[in-house]
């Protein structure tokens, strides 16, 4: 689908039949963070998926999980890379984050757009995306982003690693809380010599 030539997907078609969506850009920032939140049960996430996008809930669940994830991105069905996630091996840091960016993003937002995203109605989640997508590398999210996801190369100076590694320190996306004591038992059993046996 096309951004510029198609019309912008308010329904999915579920088994051939018509299923009207929240296709709003605030239910997929809800549905984004939720499927980020850890304290949220794996098993109960695609139950609340569907609550949250669908007004009448399909009974073929499995395909309108499909079609939620179709809509979330953006009609894209390959696996590409998207602003906010670095490709590459290992675990990757998020890069950006809608419940701890909220402030860089509502300001890069107005300053560039003049959109307001507390009083805007209607904004679909595509066009948001495209518009998120295009924030100027100026904005104060852009550089906080581009602090997160850089890698720091051995061949760089000094002065300069320690200031990008600052950076990254400053502006990392905090852990979740599940993983953040699980980071605190870990440096707790270090100090302690303890036994690092079910923790790692």
């Known amino acids: 689908m096309s951004l510029l030539l198609d019309p912008l997907p308010k329904n999915l078609y579920i ?3 018509e299923y009207a969506i929240r296709w709003d850009h605030r239910t997929a920032i809800l549905y984004e963070t939720m499927m980020l939140d850890e304290e949220v049960e794996g098993a109960e996430k695609p139950l609340l998926a569907l609550r949250l996008f669908y007004p009448i809930i ?3 669940w499995a395909e309108a999980l499909e079609g939620i994830q179709w809509f979330y991105r953006c009609g894209i069905v390959d696996d590409v890379s998207v602003k906010g996630k670095k490709k590459g ?4 840091d998020r890069i950006y984050s809608f419940e701890h960016d909220d402030s860089y993003i509502y300001s890069a937002f107005l300053e560039q757009y003049g959109l307001d995203l507390t009083e805007v109605q209607g904004l679909h989640w595509w066009r948001f995306r495209a518009l998120f997508q295009g924030l100027s590398e100026d904005s104060a999210l852009c550089k906080i982003m581009g602090y997160r996801g ?3 190369p051995e061949s760089m100076g000094k002065e300069q690693k320690e200031f990008y590694r600052k950076m990254k320190e400053q502006y990392r996306v905090p852990l979740a809380k599940g993983e953040q004591e699980k980071m605190n038992a870990i440096e707790q059993a270090l100090l302690s010599g303890g036994d690092l046996t079910g923790l790692l």
């Open 15 to 17: 088994n051939g039949k």
């Open 89 to 92: 091996k290992g675990k990757q």
């Open 58 to 60: 399909p009974t073929d």
């Open 150 to 152: 850089m890698d720091i």
